[in-house]
């Protein structure tokens, strides 16, 4: 028999192929306090927001500004998220986490939103101006 990442292999099994195990991102929480700190990405309610690790998932081609596209069991890395109120991200029939299809529908992919959070957030931390 044979071993493949500590796992024995079982005759008449099919083999075990090893998989692509995508680096970890570093959590941030400075970065997540600054995004509840600004207002909601869809309605501009004031803060303080929810920071909602994004879920779409672009093309194979699409720009997105992901640093970990969601899939595989794993979210999007903290630099990875938006401000959402609670009616847009978690409570209320607008709210991406009871349809996610129809948010997208209605307000287009939630990445489309993180370089301008990211931008915020740096101006905010005062790394740049605008």
Known sequence: MAHLHGQQEHEGAAPM???????????????MHAVKCLPCVICNAPPPSDAHHCTHRPMADEPHGYDRIPGAGQRSGDRDTIPLCKRHHQDGPEAIHNGKKTWRDRHGPDYQFI????????AMQGEISF
């Open 17 to 31: 192929t090893a998989f692509f195990k995508p680096p970890k991102v570093k959590a941030d929480p400075k970065h």
């Open 115 to 122: 370089p301008d959070t990211r931008a915020a957030v740096a």
